[in-house]
């Protein structure tokens, strides 16, 4: 399967006129919607009589609220179970809703170019488009596919990718795939700081190990209940400086364990502010979604990661390309309870020489300029 490895550079300036007119649509995870609000957040700022507009679940709102383009449009599109109870149909009928509403946008709209960040929600305006003739671009996060894209990836011009593992998963289908990688928000993009300022800006000293732990944009019970009981009871917690980013649901629970524990824990249920965690920090400790992954390869964190354990294992597939890199271990989730995330974090922490060669594996990553290489291939499509 042919990849393209990168792009024509400098296709377009900052600033040049264009006006293409681009629908982003997303799911309501993080690591859906951050790749869109990037990618069109640099097509902003480069194109400048661009039109774009974001489609995305209501319930990712609150996620995506600080990016969110001046016009988006909010899609029905509740979680659905392979059952026929009364709340499942409810949200049968609630996807049609969405499907609808996704005619009645492009109809509205009328885009030149639809660009598929996955997940259910895309799947009606990705299809619609293709039948009436517009552009389509659909963007791969994962190193394993998800069941959207999959579906999508026959319906779409072109494919751009995340990882050049990937492609092998999309051999079948003619020469789509371009390899572009994972946009990043330009606060994180440009945000590599210095690791006092960082530590600064939480009020910690160079003195201590700094970790951070993150179950991802809605947080993980299993993270912050089995991380939470390890710090408590472990002995080198003195030591110790955490940044936690809990989630808005553990949040409380969180707050009254921590409150007499005697470490210098900074608690977060949402941290907007990410290129400072991830400056400050020694070690990583998270789920393996895709656009984390993508965060810990640009910031060369070392990183003890969790993998969400269904969404048909997408996460393991991520988190093994780093575990064979050398620079992530991996703990299941139904582990976590076991001792091993003590041990491994006590193995790591009490060996800087450890640490410091985890983090010198990404020697030789090479990350790209994956915003300018998205919004190349995007644009493309329209010329």
């Known amino acids: 399967m042919p990849v393209n490895p990168a792009l024509p550079k400098d296709n377009f300036k900052p600033g040049k006129k264009s006006g293409v007119k681009i629908l982003a649509v997303t799911g309501a995870s993080g690591g859906h919607i951050f790749p869109a609000l990037a990618f069109l957040e640099r097509i902003k700022n480069r194109c400048k009589d661009a039109e774009l507009r974001l489609a995305l679940p209501a319930r990712g709102v609150k996620i995506a609220a600080n990016g969110l383009p001046r016009r988006a449009y909010f899609i029905s599109c509740p979680n659905i179970r392979l059952s026929l109870d009364f709340s499942n149909i409810i949200a049968i009928l609630g996807f049609l809703k969405g499907v609808f509403q996704g005619i009645f946008i492009l109809m509205e709209f009328r885009p030149d170019i639809v660009v ?35 579906v999508l ?82 002995p080198f917690a003195n030591g110790l400086q955490v940044i936690h980013i809990s989630g808005a649901k553990d949040y409380d629970f969180l707050r009254e364990r921590y409150k007499n524990s005697g470490i210098n824990i900074k608690l977060f249920k949402f941290l907007e502010a990410m290129e400072y965690a991830y400056s400050a920090c020694d070690l990583i400790i998270s789920r393996a979604g895709a656009t984390t992954i993508t965060e810990i390869m640009y910031f060369r964190l070392p990183a003890i990661l969790v993998p969400y354990p269904f969404a048909d294992e997408h996460q393991l597939s991520n988190a093994k390309m780093l575990e064979a890199l050398g620079s992530a271990i991996i703990i299941e989730d139904s582990q976590l309870n076991t001792g091993i995330l003590q041990k491994s974090m006590q193995d790591l922490i009490g060996s800087p020489a450890r640490i410091d060669l985890m983090r010198s594996r990404y020697t030789g990553v090479q990350m790209g300029n994956a915003g300018d290489l998205f919004a190349e291939a995007v644009l493309s499509l329209g010329q």
Do not use: C, M
């Open 153 to 234: 990836a026959r319906f779409s011009d072109k494919i751009a990718v995340s990882f050049k593992e990937t492609a092998g998963y999309f051999k079948d289908i003619g020469d789509k795939v371009i390899y572009t990688g994972n946009p990043l928000r330009s606060k994180l993009a440009s945000g590599l700081t210095g690791k006092n300022t960082a530590l600064g800006f939480f009020g910690f000293t160079a003195d201590k190990f700094t970790l951070l732990v993150s179950g991802g944009s809605q947080g993980s019970h299993n993270i912050n209940l089995a991380f939470s009981d390890t710090l408590l009871k472990s």
């Open 116 to 150: 598929g960040f996955g997940s259910l929600a895309s799947v009606p305006l990705v299809l619609f488009a293709w039948a009436l003739g517009i552009k389509v671009l659909i963007h791969e996060q994962n190193v394993t596919p998800g069941k959207a894209n999959k």
